[in-house]
């Protein structure tokens, strides 16, 4: 089952509202992600009411898809985010065609930017992932987890020893 695409109507400034309805949180949730992650810093108006541009409301998406899709804690995607942003963002798309080849043609994003995937920052396939993929990938995002929390105790141990 794939995660169906936000469509961000064509506007220039956005109220909380609008941007909580676009990535299904509630306000309170957005307001801690302006002060956990730098790089989400609506303006306000003369209000004091928070105006969120496009851009605001991508960044929103990705901070919302690394924690609850990919299900990084606050730091670590505070982390892929800095990387990201440091890379300028350069995404390498792959896909096949109906022959089977890998296509790695530059891709033109909604900014009409061009991206060569030459030099990428990561990775990320075209195809989204299926419903039982995302529970397999959590499944191991558990177990590592685990297995990081035995190391750190065994880790402990030693030192004291």
């Given at each position: ?22 990535a ?45 899709e ?10 892929r ?29 909604n ?23 995302r ?27």
């Amino acid at each position: 089952m794939s995660r169906p695409a936000v469509a961000i109507p064509e506007k220039l400034f956005f109220k909380i509202g609008e941007v909580c309805e676009l990535a299904g949180v509630q306000a309170h949730v957005l307001r801690y992600w302006e002060s956990e992650f730098p790089m989400l810093a609506p303006q306000k108006n003369r209000a004091g009411q928070r105006v969120y541009r496009k851009r605001d409301v991508e960044m929103a998406l990705r901070i919302k898809e690394l924690l609850y899709e990919d299900q990084y804690t606050i730091a670590g995607a505070k982390k892929r985010l800095n990387n990201e942003i440091r890379g300028g963002g350069k995404l390498k798309v792959v896909g096949a065609d109906e022959d089977g080849q890998v296509d790695t043609a530059p891709v033109e994003f909604n900014d009409g930017e061009l991206f060569s995937p030459e030099t990428p920052t990561y990775t990320r396939a075209v195809t989204p992932r299926t419903a039982e993929e995302r529970q397999g990938l959590k499944q191991i995002a558990s177990e590592l987890r685990e297995l990081l929390s035995l190391l750190e105790q065994e880790t402990s141990r030693n030192s004291k020893s």
